[in-house]
């Protein structure tokens, strides 16, 4: 007879976990082991871009190879993200030798320590354990965290309108519907044709296309600027039910930590002036995954349609025939200013504020922003993307008339553990972010509101 599990909470803040894998498995767990402080050493030949983009901003430490023994010197926990049975057990046995427990991904019965499905809720962290089967394991793990989200009435109880089970698909839409194609697609409903649902339609279940074929759905979901809490409701139920998500590498890494252990993750990460996959690769994944039956869901961090290419995967499904959902996100050009405590509008201060990709520099012949326009402004100016060409940027800013003593602000990683704001003004700004080593993703805002607020 097989024992139960023994629960525990592992304090890992400055502890040695060692991930050996560098794939999708270990795309999912890491983030929630940098979440717990975790010094993380990932060993495996190669990264997919996501943990690329942790390596290179200090996150974690890797090395290039395959593992050896001494790998786990000093190490208090190890996950074998791997799916070679040969190899996962040699990590393990050697982990078994030093009394480390060790996780597998290829073989929860070989392994000594199992993953919970875990839901956060502010400092509340709920883990689930199945008895061995995952599935179950997320079940109970989504009715709590339902519970959870429940807000109470004022006298304390649960109030008895909830909210929609995840498994039956969201309520009628009261708002307006923008479609195109034939019909609007809510449900089970078998329209022929194409048919793409944007806006607060609702969309559950497969489409019945012409000629008898299956086709699954597509949601272009906004993750937020960072902070997982910060994805909306619609979108987290998507998630749930996603057979296949795409995710970006802005996206929050613990949203990936809860999904089913059978949905497929795709890393779409579009790593500033590195690896990337085409855009047309991934629209062409989202309309492949959806024709074969899958609920695909898109992840990009923010908005999608907030310099997310949300409209183009969107055209290229409507091509294809495959219906889509579109479910806004919290951009980080309004999040990250917030989180560093600065309203882009402000009674008496802004009256407006300007949101501009700063990805290409101003002289570019493929830039399509008027810098000299955006000079004579006298609102708040938010550049994302920008923190490259940051000294193109500001220098164009002040030789078409804006002050150099303009007040400036960068905020990187917004709404995470790892935000770092920093506050100077137009004309040193670019010099003071390079000499603090500020990395993207980062927000810059310009204008008086960065000010507004100091007290």
């Known amino acids: 007879m097989t024992s139960n599990p023994y629960p525990l909470g592992l304090r890992l803040d400055g502890r040695r976990v060692v991930v050996v894998g560098g794939g999708a498995v270990a795309t999912r767990r890491v983030p929630a082991l940098l979440d717990a402080g975790a010094d993380v050493l990932l060993v495996a030949p190669e990264l997919t871009p996501a943990l690329r983009a942790r390596v290179d901003a200090g996150r974690l430490h890797w090395v290039a190879r395959w593992f050896v023994p001494e790998d786990l010197d000093g190490a208090w926990l190890v996950q074998v993200a791997i799916d070679d049975p040969m190899a996962a057990a040699s990590v393990s046995a050697v982990a078994a030798e030093r009394r480390i427990f060790c996780v597998r991904a290829d073989d929860r019965t070989a392994a000594t320590a199992w993953t919970p499905a875990v839901t956060r809720h502010g400092p509340v962290t709920v883990a689930v354990l199945g008895g061995g089967d995952p599935r179950r394991a997320m079940t109970v793990r989504d ?18 309108h909830r909210r929609p089970d995840a498994s039956t698909g969201p309520t009628a839409s009261t708002g ?12 089970t409903a078998a329209p022929t044709g194409t048919t793409v649902t944007t806006g607060t339609a609702a969309s559950t279940g497969t489409t019945a296309m012409a000629g008898g074929r299956r086709t699954g759905r597509v949601a272009l979901v906004g993750a937020g600027p960072g902070d997982p809490e910060l994805i909306t409701v619609k979108g987290w139920r998507l998630l749930t039910e996603a057979d296949v998500v795409v995710a970006d590498r802005l996206v929050p890494g613990l949203l990936l930590d809860e999904l089913r252990p059978d949905v497929e993750l795709v890393d779409a990460s579009k790593i500033p002036y ?7 690769e991934i629209n062409q994944i989202l309309v492949d995954r959806a024709l074969a039956g899958a609920v695909v869901v898109r992840l990009k961090g923010g908005d999608p349609y907030v310099f997310g290419r949300g409209g183009e995967e969107l055209l290229a499904c409507a091509a294809a025939g495959v219906p889509v959902t579109v479910v806004p996100g919290v951009t980080s050009s309004i999040a990250a200013p917030a989180a560093a405590g600065i309203p882009v509008t402000h009674r008496g201060v802004a009256h407006e504020f300007t949101v501009v990709s700063g990805h290409l520099a101003p002289d570019s012949p493929a830039s399509l922003v008027r810098w000299d326009a955006l000079a004579g402004l006298r609102g708040t100016l938010v550049v994302l993307m920008g923190l490259k060409n940051l000294a193109a940027i500001t220098a164009t800013l002040i030789a078409h008339g804006r002050s150099p003593q303009t007040p400036a602000a960068v905020v990187q990683e917004a709404t995470t553990g790892t935000q770092r704001v920093l506050r100077s003004t137009l004309g040193a700004v670019a010099a003071d972010a390079l000499a603090a080593d500020l990395r993207p993703p980062a927000v810059v805002v310009l204008g008086d509101v960065v000010n507004t607020l100091d007290v």
């Open 143 to 160: 009715a709590i965290r339902d519970l959870l989200a429940v807000r109470l009435a004022p006298d304390g109880t649960v109030p008895t």
């Open 176 to 187: 307006p519907t923008a479609t195109t194609g034939t019909a609007a697609w809510t449900g």
């Open 274 to 280: 590195g690896p990337s996959r085409a855009q047309e």
